[in-house]
């Protein structure tokens, strides 16, 4: 990896690092869902760094893609695990971070994440294996009395591409890709009291762009344009503003030409932590891009 690459890299970890420990101190119970998404957005660019997708604030049972729409009336509540999970980038290298905020009494599950990842970390060198990684995960996790969910995993990052090779599974498999010198990914672990699966809502808030098509649609036209400085990053309903979005959006995503990311969810009533840092395998271990201090 060339030199000017890795500081990239390095200094957008720096950026969502500090970042991320400001924006877990203004979830308390009461205060706005949307304005603390905004206000953690808008530290990003006064940081001189750019979002490498909206930010994702899940609570409880949401475990990813939940971020607040346009006159989001949502507030914490007492009792809410709230997942607080940045992306930030610098010409298009991503550094991606998540914490666990919990305003009730779930501090053993906010553990299992946390020691997962650290475990996690401490098994990545070249010649490991990305099921090695998940068994580190899993361990740490079950041995609190929890789960792991098995259908959520670690990817690995690129320019200006958030998901790609290798995956980095929550639970143990025989083999997965094995580790080389110079991957740059993400691991995340996330532990929940319920099944251990996630599936989909009906919310849907985030959208990528996958392709470019003809569309004859006027306000197709009007947000593909808004997006097309993305790269293909993600973006976020809110960020648009446009008339007729709620016809638009749909369109865009049957033509296959945006991707939609609905929230993905464990059973109603049941908790889940995710913790998250971003890695560069080195020669002997990695540098962990997004670990404050």
């Known amino acids: 990896m060339k030199d000017e690459i890795f500081d990239k890299y390095h200094d957008a970890g ?8 400001r924006g877990a101190q203004e979830i308390r119970e009461g205060v706005s869902y949307l304005e603390v998404v905004e206000s953690i957005e808008m ?12 930010l994702n604030l ?13 006159g989001d009336v949502r507030v914490f509540a007492r009792g809410d695990v709230a997942k607080l999970d940045l992306g930030v980038q610098i010409d298009g290298y991503i550094a991606d971070t998540a914490t666990t905020v919990d305003l009730g009494n779930n501090l053993l599950l906010l553990e299992a994440s946390e020691k997962a990842l650290d475990a996690a970390i401490k098994a990545v060198r070249p010649g490991s294996t990305a099921g090695e990684i998940g068994a580190a995960v899993q ?14 995993t670690g990817h690995g990052l690129d320019q200006y591409i958030l998901h790609r090779s290798p995956t980095i599974p929550n639970i143990g498999i025989n083999g997965g890709v094995v580790l080389e010198e110079g ?18 809502k009906t919310r849907r808030e985030i959208y990528s762009q996958i392709s470019q098509k003809p569309v004859r649609i006027p306000a197709a036209r009007a947000i593909l344009d808004k997006v097309k400085d993305r790269h293909g990053l993600p973006f976020a309903r809110r960020w648009l503003n446009e008339k007729k979005m709620d016809i638009a959006l749909p369109a865009l ?12 969810s ?24 997004t670990r404050s201090g």
């Not at 530290?43 to 909206?54: D, I, K, Q, R």
Request: net charge negative.
């Open 43 to 54: 530290l990003v660019s006064e940081e001189g760094a750019a979002l490498a997708f909206p």
């Open 14 to 21: 720096d950026i969502a690092a500090k970042i991320l420990r």
């Open 253 to 264: 995503v049957r033509s296959q030409i945006l991707h939609v990311y609905p929230v993905l």
């Open 58 to 70: 899940s609570l409880n049972e949401d475990a990813a893609h939940d971020t607040a729409s346009t």
């Open 183 to 200: 991957m740059v990914f993400a691991i995340e672990p996330f532990a929940t009291t319920g099944s251990g699966h996630v599936g989909e």
């Open 139 to 152: 361990k740490e996790i079950e041995c609190r009395g929890y789960r792991p969910i098995a259908n959520l």
């Open 266 to 289: 464990d059973i109603p009533g049941s908790l889940v932590s995710q913790h998250e840092h971003t890695v560069i395998v080195t020669s002997d271990g990695c540098v962990v891009t």
